[in-house]
Protein backbone atom coordinates (compact mmCIF):
# COMPACT_ATOMS: atom_id res chain seq x y z
CA UNK A 1 0.00 0.00 0.00
CA UNK A 2 2.84 2.65 0.94
CA UNK A 3 4.92 2.65 -2.30
CA UNK A 4 7.87 4.85 -0.75
CA UNK A 5 11.36 3.25 -1.13
CA UNK A 6 11.62 2.21 2.66
CA UNK A 7 12.30 5.05 4.53
CA UNK A 8 9.54 5.54 6.92
CA UNK A 9 7.28 7.10 4.68
CA UNK A 10 5.93 10.37 5.83
CA UNK A 11 1.69 11.63 6.02
CA UNK A 12 0.93 12.51 1.93
CA UNK A 13 -0.14 15.31 3.77
CA UNK A 14 1.22 16.71 7.23
CA UNK A 15 -0.23 19.83 8.92
CA UNK A 16 1.42 21.88 11.80
CA UNK A 17 -0.39 25.22 13.39
CA UNK A 18 -1.75 25.63 10.58
CA UNK A 19 -3.81 29.09 10.18
CA UNK A 20 -5.86 30.41 7.77
CA UNK A 21 -7.50 33.96 7.50
CA UNK A 22 -10.24 33.95 4.97
CA UNK A 23 -11.61 37.93 4.56
CA UNK A 24 -10.34 39.00 8.24
CA UNK A 25 -11.89 35.97 10.05
CA UNK A 26 -9.10 33.43 10.79
CA UNK A 27 -10.99 30.28 9.72
CA UNK A 28 -8.44 27.62 10.05
CA UNK A 29 -7.42 27.49 13.98
CA UNK A 30 -3.96 26.11 14.68
CA UNK A 31 -4.39 22.91 13.11
CA UNK A 32 -2.32 19.75 13.55
CA UNK A 33 -2.94 17.12 11.72
CA UNK A 34 -1.76 13.95 9.74
CA UNK A 35 -3.27 12.19 6.32
CA UNK A 36 -1.88 8.53 6.01
CA UNK A 37 -0.52 7.57 2.45
CA UNK A 38 -2.53 5.34 0.60
CA UNK A 39 -5.75 5.69 2.43
CA UNK A 40 -8.83 7.49 2.65
CA UNK A 41 -9.34 10.18 4.93
CA UNK A 42 -13.06 11.66 5.45
CA UNK A 43 -12.69 15.38 6.70
CA UNK A 44 -16.19 15.34 8.09
CA UNK A 45 -18.00 18.32 9.70
CA UNK A 46 -20.61 20.95 9.26
CA UNK A 47 -21.46 23.56 6.72
CA UNK A 48 -19.35 26.48 7.46
CA UNK A 49 -16.68 24.61 9.49
CA UNK A 50 -14.02 25.08 7.08
CA UNK A 51 -13.29 21.87 4.62
CA UNK A 52 -13.30 23.33 1.87
CA UNK A 53 -10.71 26.13 3.05
CA UNK A 54 -8.61 23.11 4.68
CA UNK A 55 -8.54 21.54 1.33
CA UNK A 56 -7.90 24.43 -1.14
CA UNK A 57 -5.27 25.32 1.18
CA UNK A 58 -3.70 21.24 0.62
CA UNK A 59 -3.89 21.47 -3.00
CA UNK A 60 -2.10 25.44 -2.76
CA UNK A 61 -5.27 28.13 -3.96
CA UNK A 62 -6.05 29.43 -0.77
CA UNK A 63 -3.88 32.98 0.10
CA UNK A 64 -2.62 33.48 3.51
CA UNK A 65 -2.20 30.32 4.91
CA UNK A 66 -0.12 30.25 8.19
CA UNK A 67 2.00 27.73 9.83
CA UNK A 68 3.76 24.21 7.73
CA UNK A 69 1.98 22.69 5.56
CA UNK A 70 3.71 20.06 3.48
CA UNK A 71 2.15 17.69 1.11
CA UNK A 72 4.17 14.63 -0.40
CA UNK A 73 7.07 16.01 1.35
CA UNK A 74 6.89 19.03 -0.27
CA UNK A 75 5.27 22.54 0.20
CA UNK A 76 1.71 22.57 -0.42
CA UNK A 77 1.31 24.84 -3.71
CA UNK A 78 4.66 23.75 -5.08
CA UNK A 79 4.83 23.66 -8.83
CA UNK A 80 6.08 20.25 -8.59
CA UNK A 81 2.98 19.17 -6.91
CA UNK A 82 0.73 20.16 -9.93
CA UNK A 83 0.76 16.90 -11.87
CA UNK A 84 0.81 14.44 -8.77
CA UNK A 85 -2.68 16.00 -7.30
CA UNK A 86 -5.85 15.85 -7.91
CA UNK A 87 -8.59 18.39 -6.81
CA UNK A 88 -12.24 18.75 -7.17
CA UNK A 89 -13.95 21.61 -6.62
CA UNK A 90 -17.36 21.72 -4.04
CA UNK A 91 -19.00 23.79 -7.21
CA UNK A 92 -18.38 21.47 -10.46
CA UNK A 93 -15.54 23.41 -12.47
CA UNK A 94 -16.01 22.35 -15.68
CA UNK A 95 -17.13 24.34 -18.96
CA UNK A 96 -21.04 24.22 -19.33
CA UNK A 97 -20.50 25.06 -22.77
CA UNK A 98 -18.55 21.98 -23.98
CA UNK A 99 -19.48 18.47 -23.92
CA UNK A 100 -18.34 15.94 -21.42
CA UNK A 101 -15.99 14.56 -23.76
CA UNK A 102 -14.44 18.08 -24.74
CA UNK A 103 -14.25 19.14 -21.14
CA UNK A 104 -12.10 16.31 -20.51
CA UNK A 105 -9.82 16.03 -23.77
CA UNK A 106 -8.84 19.58 -23.16
CA UNK A 107 -7.93 18.94 -18.90
CA UNK A 108 -6.26 15.61 -20.65
CA UNK A 109 -4.31 17.84 -22.92
CA UNK A 110 -3.36 20.25 -20.40
CA UNK A 111 -1.63 17.07 -18.02
CA UNK A 112 -0.52 15.33 -21.49
CA UNK A 113 0.24 17.81 -23.83
CA UNK A 114 1.25 17.09 -27.30
CA UNK A 115 0.49 14.56 -30.25
CA UNK A 116 2.90 12.11 -29.12
CA UNK A 117 -0.15 11.27 -26.39
CA UNK A 118 -2.74 11.67 -27.94
CA UNK A 119 -3.72 8.29 -28.20
CA UNK A 120 -2.97 7.24 -24.61
CA UNK A 121 -5.43 10.58 -23.86
CA UNK A 122 -7.99 9.44 -25.73
CA UNK A 123 -7.94 5.68 -23.64
CA UNK A 124 -7.76 7.59 -20.55
CA UNK A 125 -10.52 10.18 -21.39
CA UNK A 126 -13.01 7.05 -22.12
CA UNK A 127 -11.80 5.32 -19.11
CA UNK A 128 -12.39 8.00 -16.38
CA UNK A 129 -15.75 8.94 -18.99
CA UNK A 130 -16.94 5.02 -17.39
CA UNK A 131 -15.26 5.18 -13.91
CA UNK A 132 -18.13 8.28 -13.50
CA UNK A 133 -20.69 6.21 -15.27
CA UNK A 134 -21.55 8.91 -17.81
CA UNK A 135 -20.46 6.83 -21.36
CA UNK A 136 -24.21 7.42 -22.14
CA UNK A 137 -23.85 11.34 -21.62
CA UNK A 138 -20.11 11.48 -23.39
CA UNK A 139 -21.29 13.94 -25.97
CA UNK A 140 -24.18 16.17 -24.27
CA UNK A 141 -23.37 19.83 -23.41
CA UNK A 142 -21.92 19.80 -19.73
CA UNK A 143 -24.59 22.94 -19.10
CA UNK A 144 -27.43 20.40 -19.79
CA UNK A 145 -26.52 17.65 -17.65
CA UNK A 146 -28.30 17.28 -13.81
CA UNK A 147 -26.47 18.89 -10.99
CA UNK A 148 -24.84 14.97 -9.85
CA UNK A 149 -23.95 14.31 -14.13
CA UNK A 150 -22.06 17.34 -13.54
CA UNK A 151 -19.98 16.77 -10.08
CA UNK A 152 -19.27 13.34 -12.11
CA UNK A 153 -17.45 15.14 -15.04
CA UNK A 154 -15.84 17.54 -12.51
CA UNK A 155 -14.34 14.40 -10.56
CA UNK A 156 -13.89 12.84 -13.76
CA UNK A 157 -11.41 15.64 -14.37
CA UNK A 158 -9.40 14.72 -11.36
CA UNK A 159 -9.35 11.02 -12.17
CA UNK A 160 -7.02 12.25 -15.63
CA UNK A 161 -3.78 12.07 -14.71
CA UNK A 162 -3.51 9.20 -12.08
CA UNK A 163 -2.43 11.76 -9.26
CA UNK A 164 -1.06 10.31 -5.78
CA UNK A 165 -3.48 12.46 -4.02
CA UNK A 166 -7.02 13.22 -4.82
CA UNK A 167 -8.40 15.91 -2.70
CA UNK A 168 -12.36 15.35 -3.32
CA UNK A 169 -14.50 18.10 -1.77
CA UNK A 170 -18.16 16.67 -1.14
CA UNK A 171 -18.12 14.44 -4.02
CA UNK A 172 -21.21 12.56 -3.20
CA UNK A 173 -23.29 15.48 -2.57
CA UNK A 174 -26.93 14.99 -4.14
CA UNK A 175 -26.27 11.80 -6.08
CA UNK A 176 -28.84 8.80 -5.82
CA UNK A 177 -27.56 6.08 -3.51
CA UNK A 178 -26.57 3.36 -6.04
CA UNK A 179 -24.25 5.83 -7.77
CA UNK A 180 -22.74 7.02 -4.61
CA UNK A 181 -21.74 3.57 -3.58
CA UNK A 182 -20.52 2.85 -6.99
CA UNK A 183 -18.05 6.22 -6.29
CA UNK A 184 -17.27 4.94 -2.79
CA UNK A 185 -16.17 1.70 -4.69
CA UNK A 186 -14.33 3.63 -6.90
CA UNK A 187 -12.39 5.71 -4.10
CA UNK A 188 -11.21 2.14 -2.49
CA UNK A 189 -10.43 0.32 -5.71
CA UNK A 190 -8.32 3.58 -6.41
CA UNK A 191 -6.76 3.20 -3.01
CA UNK A 192 -6.07 -0.36 -2.86
CA UNK A 193 -4.87 -0.90 -6.37
CA UNK A 194 -2.85 2.47 -7.14
CA UNK A 195 -1.98 3.26 -3.80
CA UNK A 196 -3.52 6.56 -4.53
CA UNK A 197 -4.49 8.80 -0.90
CA UNK A 198 -7.96 10.38 -0.97
CA UNK A 199 -9.21 12.94 1.29
CA UNK A 200 -12.52 13.38 0.90
CA UNK A 201 -14.95 15.47 2.53
CA UNK A 202 -18.65 15.58 3.66
CA UNK A 203 -21.31 17.45 5.92
CA UNK A 204 -23.21 13.73 5.73
CA UNK A 205 -21.95 11.53 8.85
CA UNK A 206 -23.23 8.44 7.30
CA UNK A 207 -20.54 8.73 4.86
CA UNK A 208 -17.86 7.83 7.58
CA UNK A 209 -18.41 4.34 7.62
CA UNK A 210 -16.91 4.37 4.44
CA UNK A 211 -13.46 6.25 5.28
CA UNK A 212 -10.52 4.22 6.51
CA UNK A 213 -9.62 7.48 9.10
CA UNK A 214 -11.74 10.58 9.87
CA UNK A 215 -10.97 14.30 10.50
CA UNK A 216 -14.26 15.57 12.62
CA UNK A 217 -13.77 19.54 12.31
CA UNK A 218 -16.42 22.53 13.93
CA UNK A 219 -15.71 25.80 13.54
CA UNK A 220 -12.22 25.75 12.48
CA UNK A 221 -10.82 22.94 14.84
CA UNK A 222 -10.27 19.32 14.20
CA UNK A 223 -12.12 17.67 17.08
CA UNK A 224 -10.62 14.18 16.75
CA UNK A 225 -8.65 12.36 14.52
CA UNK A 226 -9.32 8.38 14.20
CA UNK A 227 -10.40 5.78 12.77
CA UNK A 228 -14.07 5.38 12.82
CA UNK A 229 -14.09 2.22 15.18
CA UNK A 230 -11.78 3.99 17.22
CA UNK A 231 -13.57 6.96 17.54
CA UNK A 232 -16.59 4.75 18.60
CA UNK A 233 -15.18 3.12 20.78
CA UNK A 234 -13.80 5.83 22.98
CA UNK A 235 -16.92 8.12 23.01
CA UNK A 236 -18.96 5.09 23.76
CA UNK A 237 -21.48 5.50 21.08
CA UNK A 238 -23.39 3.28 18.15
CA UNK A 239 -22.35 6.05 15.49
CA UNK A 240 -20.26 8.66 13.96
CA UNK A 241 -23.09 11.57 14.04
CA UNK A 242 -23.38 10.49 18.28
CA UNK A 243 -19.79 10.12 18.92
CA UNK A 244 -19.13 13.70 16.82
CA UNK A 245 -21.86 15.65 19.50
CA UNK A 246 -19.78 13.78 22.10
CA UNK A 247 -16.97 15.13 21.25
CA UNK A 248 -18.37 18.72 20.85
CA UNK A 249 -20.02 18.45 24.29
CA UNK A 250 -16.83 17.74 25.82
CA UNK A 251 -15.08 20.42 23.82
CA UNK A 252 -18.09 22.98 24.87
CA UNK A 253 -17.47 21.53 28.52
CA UNK A 254 -14.10 21.88 28.50
CA UNK A 255 -14.25 25.53 27.37
CA UNK A 256 -16.84 26.07 30.43
CA UNK A 257 -14.11 24.98 32.99
CA UNK A 258 -12.01 27.29 31.39
CA UNK A 259 -14.24 29.97 31.47
CA UNK A 260 -15.23 30.13 35.00
CA UNK A 261 -11.61 29.38 36.13
CA UNK B 1 3.90 28.43 4.77
CA UNK B 2 6.95 28.77 2.80
CA UNK B 3 7.09 31.44 0.53
CA UNK B 4 8.17 28.95 -2.48
CA UNK B 5 4.56 27.58 -2.61
CA UNK B 6 3.19 31.35 -3.63
CA UNK B 7 5.90 31.75 -6.62
CA UNK B 8 6.15 28.86 -9.27
CA UNK B 9 8.97 28.48 -10.77
CA UNK B 10 9.24 30.13 -13.96
CA UNK B 11 8.67 28.00 -16.72
CA UNK B 12 8.56 28.06 -20.43
CA UNK B 13 5.30 28.71 -22.93
CA UNK B 14 4.16 25.21 -23.78
CA UNK B 15 3.15 25.30 -27.58
CA UNK B 16 0.82 22.23 -26.94
CA UNK B 17 -0.75 23.62 -23.78
CA UNK B 18 -1.25 27.03 -25.49
CA UNK B 19 -2.63 25.12 -28.37
CA UNK B 20 -5.33 22.65 -26.23
CA UNK B 21 -6.38 26.03 -25.09
CA UNK B 22 -7.14 27.96 -27.99
CA UNK B 23 -8.67 24.63 -29.50
CA UNK B 24 -10.79 24.48 -26.46
CA UNK B 25 -12.15 28.32 -26.48
CA UNK B 26 -12.64 27.88 -30.57
CA UNK B 27 -14.94 24.73 -29.52
CA UNK B 28 -16.84 26.55 -26.59
CA UNK B 29 -17.50 29.40 -29.59
CA UNK B 30 -18.66 27.13 -31.35
CA UNK B 31 -21.51 25.29 -29.50
CA UNK B 32 -22.78 29.57 -29.32
CA UNK B 33 -23.51 29.98 -33.45
CA UNK B 34 -25.57 33.29 -32.20
CA UNK B 35 -22.10 34.90 -30.79
CA UNK B 36 -20.48 33.50 -33.99
CA UNK B 37 -22.98 35.28 -37.10
CA UNK B 38 -23.03 38.16 -34.29
CA UNK B 39 -18.75 38.58 -34.61
CA UNK B 40 -19.01 38.09 -38.31
CA UNK B 41 -22.08 40.29 -39.32
CA UNK B 42 -22.24 43.05 -37.02
CA UNK B 43 -19.46 44.86 -38.51
CA UNK B 44 -20.32 43.93 -42.06
CA UNK B 45 -23.73 45.30 -41.52
CA UNK B 46 -22.59 48.74 -39.74
CA UNK B 47 -19.53 49.10 -41.90
CA UNK B 48 -22.53 48.77 -45.05
CA UNK B 49 -24.72 51.11 -42.95
CA UNK B 50 -21.79 53.65 -42.65
CA UNK B 51 -21.65 53.44 -46.71
CA UNK B 52 -25.21 54.64 -47.09
CA UNK B 53 -25.19 57.16 -44.65
CA UNK B 54 -22.36 59.43 -45.93
CA UNK B 55 -23.67 58.29 -49.68
CA UNK B 56 -22.56 61.83 -51.06
CA UNK B 57 -18.98 62.05 -49.31
CA UNK B 58 -17.05 59.27 -50.04
CA UNK B 59 -14.00 60.93 -48.44
CA UNK B 60 -15.51 60.53 -45.27
CA UNK B 61 -16.97 57.01 -45.63
CA UNK B 62 -13.35 56.30 -46.69
CA UNK B 63 -11.43 58.52 -43.43
CA UNK B 64 -13.90 56.69 -41.36
CA UNK B 65 -13.97 53.78 -42.84
CA UNK B 66 -10.60 52.85 -42.44
CA UNK B 67 -11.07 53.81 -38.82
CA UNK B 68 -13.60 51.74 -38.18
CA UNK B 69 -12.08 48.74 -39.55
CA UNK B 70 -9.40 48.46 -36.76
CA UNK B 71 -11.92 49.84 -34.02
CA UNK B 72 -14.54 46.95 -34.80
CA UNK B 73 -11.78 43.83 -33.61
CA UNK B 74 -10.60 46.15 -30.69
CA UNK B 75 -14.03 46.30 -29.58
CA UNK B 76 -15.86 43.24 -30.16
CA UNK B 77 -12.99 41.11 -28.68
CA UNK B 78 -12.74 43.48 -25.49
CA UNK B 79 -16.15 42.47 -24.47
CA UNK B 80 -16.21 38.51 -25.63
CA UNK B 81 -12.47 38.40 -23.49
CA UNK B 82 -14.15 39.90 -20.36
CA UNK B 83 -16.55 37.96 -20.40
CA UNK B 84 -15.09 34.79 -21.03
CA UNK B 85 -12.34 35.06 -18.34
CA UNK B 86 -14.63 36.14 -16.14
CA UNK B 87 -16.86 33.47 -16.47
CA UNK B 88 -13.38 31.57 -16.38
CA UNK B 89 -12.59 33.00 -13.17
CA UNK B 90 -16.34 32.89 -11.62
CA UNK B 91 -17.19 29.11 -12.73
CA UNK B 92 -13.65 27.80 -10.72
CA UNK B 93 -12.32 26.52 -14.15
CA UNK B 94 -9.85 28.81 -13.31
CA UNK B 95 -8.70 27.89 -9.99
CA UNK B 96 -9.11 24.23 -11.35
CA UNK B 97 -6.40 24.94 -14.13
CA UNK B 98 -3.97 27.16 -12.14
CA UNK B 99 -4.03 23.90 -9.97
CA UNK B 100 -2.89 22.14 -12.97
CA UNK B 101 0.14 22.07 -14.60
CA UNK B 102 -1.06 24.69 -16.72
CA UNK B 103 1.36 28.25 -17.06
CA UNK B 104 0.01 31.73 -17.00
CA UNK B 105 1.15 32.01 -20.05
CA UNK B 106 -0.06 28.91 -21.61
CA UNK B 107 -3.62 30.34 -20.63
CA UNK B 108 -3.25 33.84 -21.98
CA UNK B 109 -1.53 32.92 -25.37
CA UNK B 110 -3.90 30.23 -25.47
CA UNK B 111 -6.80 32.74 -25.52
CA UNK B 112 -4.81 35.49 -27.71
CA UNK B 113 -4.26 32.86 -30.23
CA UNK B 114 -8.02 31.87 -30.48
CA UNK B 115 -9.59 35.25 -30.32
CA UNK B 116 -6.71 36.37 -32.63
CA UNK B 117 -8.15 33.36 -35.24
CA UNK B 118 -11.83 34.54 -34.92
CA UNK B 119 -10.80 38.31 -35.38
CA UNK B 120 -9.10 37.21 -38.98
CA UNK B 121 -12.21 36.12 -39.96
CA UNK B 122 -14.14 38.81 -38.88
CA UNK B 123 -11.49 41.58 -40.41
CA UNK B 124 -11.03 39.35 -43.61
CA UNK B 125 -15.02 39.51 -44.54
CA UNK B 126 -15.02 43.32 -43.32
CA UNK B 127 -12.19 44.56 -45.00
CA UNK B 128 -12.94 42.70 -48.32
CA UNK B 129 -16.84 43.92 -48.40
CA UNK B 130 -15.75 46.94 -47.82
CA UNK B 131 -12.95 47.77 -50.21
CA UNK B 132 -14.60 45.35 -53.36
CA UNK B 133 -17.97 45.70 -52.74
CA UNK B 134 -18.58 49.50 -51.01
CA UNK B 135 -15.36 51.53 -53.21
CA UNK B 136 -13.42 51.73 -50.00
CA UNK B 137 -10.48 53.84 -51.48
CA UNK B 138 -7.70 52.21 -49.68
CA UNK B 139 -4.58 53.68 -51.46
CA UNK B 140 -2.18 51.02 -49.60
CA UNK B 141 -2.34 47.22 -49.27
CA UNK B 142 -5.60 45.52 -47.73
CA UNK B 143 -3.10 43.15 -46.39
CA UNK B 144 -2.24 45.59 -44.35
CA UNK B 145 -5.44 46.73 -43.18
CA UNK B 146 -5.65 43.08 -42.05
CA UNK B 147 -2.50 43.46 -39.80
CA UNK B 148 -3.40 46.63 -38.30
CA UNK B 149 -6.78 44.60 -37.56
CA UNK B 150 -5.12 41.72 -36.10
CA UNK B 151 -3.11 43.75 -33.73
CA UNK B 152 -6.35 45.66 -32.63
CA UNK B 153 -8.09 42.46 -31.84
CA UNK B 154 -4.73 41.05 -29.68
CA UNK B 155 -4.86 44.80 -28.09
CA UNK B 156 -8.80 44.42 -27.34
CA UNK B 157 -8.21 40.63 -25.93
CA UNK B 158 -5.57 42.21 -23.81
CA UNK B 159 -7.54 44.92 -22.06
CA UNK B 160 -10.54 42.62 -22.04
CA UNK B 161 -8.15 39.82 -20.10
CA UNK B 162 -7.12 42.81 -17.46
CA UNK B 163 -10.16 44.00 -17.07
CA UNK B 164 -11.91 40.80 -16.31
CA UNK B 165 -10.36 41.10 -13.30
CA UNK B 166 -11.89 43.82 -11.54
CA UNK B 167 -15.46 43.02 -12.50
CA UNK B 168 -16.98 40.81 -9.77
CA UNK B 169 -20.03 39.90 -12.29
CA UNK B 170 -20.83 40.23 -16.19
CA UNK B 171 -22.97 43.29 -15.70
CA UNK B 172 -19.73 45.17 -14.17
CA UNK B 173 -17.66 43.42 -17.04
CA UNK B 174 -19.73 44.94 -19.79
CA UNK B 175 -19.89 48.78 -17.98
CA UNK B 176 -15.99 48.40 -18.56
CA UNK B 177 -16.75 48.94 -21.56
CA UNK B 178 -17.74 52.32 -21.68
CA UNK B 179 -15.03 53.37 -19.37
CA UNK B 180 -12.34 51.90 -21.00
CA UNK B 181 -13.10 52.16 -24.58
CA UNK B 182 -15.77 55.49 -24.99
CA UNK B 183 -12.93 58.02 -23.90
CA UNK B 184 -10.16 56.01 -26.40
CA UNK B 185 -13.03 56.11 -29.54
CA UNK B 186 -14.13 60.26 -28.68
CA UNK B 187 -10.07 60.82 -28.76
CA UNK B 188 -8.91 58.50 -31.21
CA UNK B 189 -8.79 60.68 -34.17
CA UNK B 190 -12.52 59.01 -35.51
CA UNK B 191 -14.56 62.77 -35.04
CA UNK B 192 -11.58 65.14 -35.22
CA UNK B 193 -8.15 64.81 -36.27
CA UNK B 194 -6.12 64.63 -33.20
CA UNK B 195 -4.08 67.74 -34.09
CA UNK B 196 -7.31 69.86 -33.97
CA UNK B 197 -8.63 68.99 -30.41
CA UNK B 198 -8.03 70.94 -27.31
CA UNK B 199 -4.00 70.19 -26.28
CA UNK B 200 -4.89 68.77 -23.08
CA UNK B 201 -7.26 66.23 -24.93
CA UNK B 202 -4.39 66.19 -27.87
CA UNK B 203 -1.71 65.12 -25.10
CA UNK B 204 -3.96 62.50 -23.75
CA UNK B 205 -5.28 61.06 -26.83
CA UNK B 206 -1.29 60.72 -27.53
CA UNK B 207 -1.00 58.13 -24.96
CA UNK B 208 -4.15 56.29 -25.82
CA UNK B 209 -3.42 52.82 -27.89
CA UNK B 210 -6.20 53.18 -29.79
CA UNK B 211 -5.10 56.42 -31.47
CA UNK B 212 -2.42 54.67 -33.42
CA UNK B 213 -4.65 51.49 -34.46
CA UNK B 214 -6.87 54.39 -36.13
CA UNK B 215 -3.42 56.18 -37.15
CA UNK B 216 -2.35 53.08 -38.54
CA UNK B 217 -5.20 52.71 -40.31
CA UNK B 218 -5.24 56.16 -41.96
CA UNK B 219 -1.51 55.61 -43.05
CA UNK B 220 -2.79 52.63 -45.09
CA UNK B 221 -5.50 54.60 -46.55
CA UNK B 222 -3.64 57.08 -47.57
CA UNK B 223 -0.13 55.80 -48.61
CA UNK B 224 1.30 53.32 -51.04
CA UNK B 225 3.92 52.41 -49.34
CA UNK B 226 4.84 51.30 -45.92
CA UNK B 227 5.57 54.59 -44.25
CA UNK B 228 7.55 54.62 -41.19
CA UNK B 229 4.70 56.54 -39.25
CA UNK B 230 2.81 53.09 -40.09
CA UNK B 231 5.97 51.23 -38.26
CA UNK B 232 5.86 53.20 -35.39
CA UNK B 233 2.03 52.49 -35.28
CA UNK B 234 1.92 49.42 -35.10
CA UNK B 235 4.62 48.94 -32.82
CA UNK B 236 3.11 51.04 -30.08
CA UNK B 237 -0.41 48.77 -30.75
CA UNK B 238 1.69 45.57 -30.22
CA UNK B 239 3.55 46.65 -27.33
CA UNK B 240 0.58 48.22 -25.57
CA UNK B 241 -0.82 44.47 -26.64
CA UNK B 242 2.07 42.51 -24.87
CA UNK B 243 2.08 44.94 -21.87
CA UNK B 244 -1.51 44.70 -21.07
CA UNK B 245 -0.77 41.00 -21.63
CA UNK B 246 1.49 41.16 -19.03
CA UNK B 247 -1.17 43.16 -17.07
CA UNK B 248 -3.69 40.85 -17.15
CA UNK B 249 -1.32 37.39 -16.34
CA UNK B 250 -0.42 39.43 -12.70
CA UNK B 251 -4.17 39.12 -12.29
CA UNK B 252 -4.29 35.34 -12.68
CA UNK B 253 -3.49 34.33 -9.00
CA UNK B 254 -3.06 30.82 -8.11
CA UNK B 255 -3.79 31.98 -4.37
CA UNK B 256 -6.96 33.68 -3.73
CA UNK B 257 -8.92 34.62 -0.62
N1 LIG C 1 -14.25 33.90 0.06
C1 LIG C 1 -14.44 33.97 1.39
N2 LIG C 1 -14.14 35.08 2.08
C2 LIG C 1 -14.31 35.16 3.41
N3 LIG C 1 -14.78 34.16 4.17
C3 LIG C 1 -15.11 33.01 3.55
C4 LIG C 1 -14.95 32.86 2.13
N4 LIG C 1 -15.34 31.61 1.81
C5 LIG C 1 -15.74 31.01 2.96
N5 LIG C 1 -15.59 31.84 4.00
C6 LIG C 1 -15.91 31.53 5.40
O1 LIG C 1 -14.99 30.55 5.85
C7 LIG C 1 -15.65 29.62 6.67
C8 LIG C 1 -15.35 28.22 6.20
O2 LIG C 1 -15.91 28.06 4.92
P1 LIG C 1 -15.72 26.71 4.11
O3 LIG C 1 -14.28 26.32 4.15
O4 LIG C 1 -16.33 26.91 2.77
O5 LIG C 1 -16.59 25.69 4.97
P2 LIG C 1 -17.18 24.26 4.58
O6 LIG C 1 -16.52 23.82 3.31
O7 LIG C 1 -16.85 23.39 5.73
O8 LIG C 1 -18.65 24.42 4.41
C9 LIG C 1 -17.13 29.95 6.65
O9 LIG C 1 -17.45 30.57 7.87
C10 LIG C 1 -17.28 30.91 5.53
O10 LIG C 1 -18.23 31.89 5.84
MG1 LIG D 1 -17.39 23.40 1.57
Known amino acids: MMNSQGVAPPGAVEARALTVERGDRTVLRSLDFTVEP ?60 LTVRQNLDYFAAVLLPGRAHRDSRRETVTRVIQDVDLTTRADALAGNLSGGQLSRVSLAVALLGTPELLVLDEPTVGLDPVLRRDLWNLFHTLAADRGTTILVSSHVMDEAERCHRLLLMREGTVLAADTPDALRTRTGSATIEEAFLHLVDEAAATARKEATR | MSTTATTPAPRPLSPARTLATAVRVLRQLRHDPRTIALLLIVPVLMITLLRYVFDASPQTFDAIGASLLGIFPLITMFLVTSIATLRERTSGTLERLLAMPLGKGDLIAGY ?4 GAVAVAQSVLATALSVWVLGLDVVGSPWLLLLVALLDALLGTALGLFVSAFAASEFQAVQFMPAVIFPQLLLCGLFTPRDRMHPVLEAVSNVMPMSYAVDGMNQVLTHTDVTTDFYRDILIVAGCALLVLCLGAATLRRRTG
Do not use: E, N
Open chain 1, 38 to 97: GRITGLLGPSGCGKSTLMRAVVGTQAKVGGTLDVLGLPAGHPALRPRVGYVTQAPSVYSD
Open chain 2, 112 to 115: ALAF
